[in-house]
């Protein structure tokens, strides 16, 4: 696929001619000079349809989103291979098989997703002659629970009968913070890790921010408004730009860190330096690598283990707690959109339906039903 996402990277006049120069050279081109697929291997077939569909020059997908389509795509290819089929081979029976595989194996929100993908492959089929019939119309996915919710089994026989919302209260999340730092074993630098995961936890609880955009904060993410107050310049979902505001104490944890590892506190716009990399050598910091996403998951892991509470808490916790608390304590809706970086009001509005279900019994007992 390389040779093909170099196309990206040449100038208009160059990438126009190399393009019309591969697909002649390939025969990829109709009588109407539209891409065609219809006579290309199997291998060119995904090639071109990571380059146009999924690895575009207009998008940046994060490191986690890479990882999906990359395990979606296996997924699709070892059922073929279990199968004794490949791609040319999927019709009408093959694409009823597969979603019912699908659905079957995976929770409704990973099974969606999956579906997603082979839909986009088939109509990428479909619209380049690699496929003669609209295979996607056959597509049937799962319904999802609205919200951010995680499915328990509660009896083997019957799935799915519990759940539960992935998230923290106030005082959970609290009280698993205060174990970030007891989970440094290293004698080396162990000051300094431990206010770096202290730090960690309290950006997670209360700015909302994904993992991945945690992860990406250099020292010139923040910035001071005209009035003194500390902000966050963040990448998020779909390059989208947004800036949260910083609470005091984690603003003093985040300057206090900063002391501990020797750095200044002034703050440089031009600093691309990570915010948060290891730090168990001299070699860290001398090169500075950033932290990466298995070594966050496991800092959020060991805390969650350490205080006792659900294994199944995530970093992504944090942020659904964060949205939960701005509603509970009635910050408008389109400002806890805009500081969580929802791409539609109606994500957030999730919560809040969810909120006032929890607070029915609150309406409901000023009621007075009897006289």
Do not use: C
Not at 14 to 25: A, S
Not at 142 to 163: C, D, F, L, M
């Amino acid at each position: 696929m390389d040779n093909l996402m170099v196309l990206h990277e040449l100038t208009s006049e160059q990438y126009l001619t190399q393009l019309q120069n591969k697909l002649e050279d390939r025969h990829l081109l109709d009588e109407h000079r539209n891409l065609s697929l219809e006579n290309s291997t199997e291998k060119e077939f995904l090639e071109w349809f990571f380059l146009e569909k999924i690895f575009t020059a207009d998008k940046q997908l994060s490191p986690h989103t890479i990882k999906a389509y990359r395990s979606d795509a296996k997924t699709l290819l070892t059922f073929l291979l279990e199968h004794s089929l490949s791609l040319r081979d999927i019709g009408f029976p093959e694409v009823k098989a597969y979603n019912k595989y699908i659905k079957e194996k995976y929770a409704a929100k990973s099974a969606i997703r999956k579906l997603e993908f082979f839909r986009r492959l088939l109509d990428f089929g479909y619209e380049t002659k690699f496929y003669k019939a609209h295979l996607s119309t056959w597509i049937s996915k799962p319904v999802s629970k609205k919200g951010h919710y995680i499915i328990e089994e509660t009896r083997q026989e019957n799935a799915q009968t519990r759940v539960q919302v992935r998230e923290l209260n106030q005082r959970d999340a609290e009280y698993v913070i205060s174990f970030f730092p007891k989970i440094v074993k290293a004698n080396r630098n162990r000051e300094q890790l431990e206010k770096r995961n202290l730090l960690i936890g309290y950006l997670l609880y209360t700015t909302g921010l994904r993992a991945s955009e945690l992860l990406s904060l250099n020292w010139g993410s923040f910035r001071y408004n005209r009035q003194g107050y500390l902000f966050a310049d963040v990448i998020g979902k779909g390059n989208k730009p947004r800036t949260i505001p910083v609470k005091e104490e984690t603003e003093k944890l985040l300057l206090d860190y900063r002391r501990s590892i020797g750095e200044s506190v002034e703050i440089d716009p031009a600093d691309t330096t990570p915010l948060f990399f290891a730090l168990y050598n001299k070699q860290d910091y001398e090169h500075k690598k950033r932290l990466s996403y298995p070594a966050l998951y496991k800092i959020v892991k060991e805390a969650v283990n350490l205080a006792g509470k659900h294994s199944k808490v995530s970093p992504h916790w944090f942020r659904h707690t964060f949205v939960t608390m701005l509603l509970e304590s009635d910050v408008p809706l389109a400002v806890v959109k805009d500081w969580a970086g929802h791409s539609d009001i109606s994500t957030t509005n999730m919560y809040l339906e969810r909120i006032n279900q929890d607070n029915a019994y609150v309406h409901l007992s000023k009621v007075n039903l009897f006289r």
